[in-house]
């Protein structure tokens, strides 16, 4: 699968849509991804999760954004925080960015990335923070991606697995 032969688009609160979002995070989870859950993660708890996040997003608060195959199967998500206090209104955050194990290194994430970086500028947002697991994250995806590291956080949260890990803060300037 090539970048072009998906579609990236922001999801809705649907029964399809949170049995999709809450597999991708149980997927996720599982095999190790640091995304704030332990494993093994109850579909309830994923679904909860994604309930909540979508609410937020019907209420302007974030976007979730899905990437699509050609069959119409989510392949992966981020999701873009607009919700921040008063004196950061042109701040967003990055968070929650999985693609599903069958369709890593294909340039889902990149893309994702990059919509979510166009859709920040057009809600007034120059300016974008992130964090990232330092064992097995994503670090190299956001260091291509133009993103600065500011530093390490030792210990930060517990890997999904058990054991520690830190967590790398990221920063970028975005120009329209």
């Given at each position: 699968?090539?970048?072009?032969?998906?579609?990236?688009?922001?999801?809705?609160?649907?029964?399809?849509?949170?049995?999709a979002l809450s597999?991708?995070?149980?997927?996720?989870?599982?095999?190790?991804?640091?995304?704030?859950?332990?494993?093994?993660?109850?579909e309830h708890e994923?679904?909860?999760?994604w309930q909540g996040?979508?609410?937020?997003?019907?209420?302007?608060?974030?976007?979730?954004?899905?990437?699509?195959?050609?069959?119409?199967?989510?392949?992966?998500?981020?999701?873009?925080?607009?919700?921040?206090?008063?004196?950061?209104?042109?701040?967003?955050?990055?968070?929650?960015?999985?693609?599903?194990?069958?369709?890593?290194?294909?340039?889902?994430?990149?893309?994702?990335?990059?919509?979510?970086?166009?859709?920040?500028?057009?809600?007034?947002?120059?300016?974008?923070?992130?964090?990232?697991?330092?064992?097995?994250?994503?670090?190299?995806?956001?260091?291509?991606?133009?993103?600065?590291?500011?530093?390490?956080?030792?210990?930060?949260?517990?890997?999904?697995?058990?054991?520690?890990?830190?967590?790398?803060?990221?920063?970028?300037?975005?120009?329209?």
């Amino acid at each position: 699968m090539h970048p072009a032969d998906f579609r990236i688009r922001p999801l809705a609160n649907n029964e399809t849509t949170l049995a999709a979002l809450s597999a991708l995070l149980m997927e996720t989870v599982a095999h190790g991804g640091s995304v704030s859950f332990m494993h093994p993660l109850p579909e309830h708890e994923a679904r909860a999760f994604w309930q909540g996040s979508l609410a937020a997003a019907a209420n302007g608060g974030r976007i979730v954004l899905g990437a699509f195959d050609a069959a119409g199967k989510l392949a992966g998500t981020v999701t873009l925080l607009l919700d921040l206090p008063p004196n950061q209104p042109h701040r967003a955050e990055i968070a929650k960015m999985m693609t599903g194990v069958a369709y890593r290194g294909r340039g889902i994430a990149r893309a994702l990335l990059a919509f979510a970086e166009q859709l920040a500028l057009q809600h007034g947002r120059t300016l974008l923070t992130l964090d990232t697991a330092e064992d097995d994250g994503a670090a190299g995806l956001y260091e291509k991606s133009g993103y600065q590291r500011s530093g390490v956080i030792p210990d930060f949260a517990l890997k999904p697995h058990g054991g520690l890990t830190g967590t790398i803060i990221f920063w970028k300037r975005l120009r329209s």
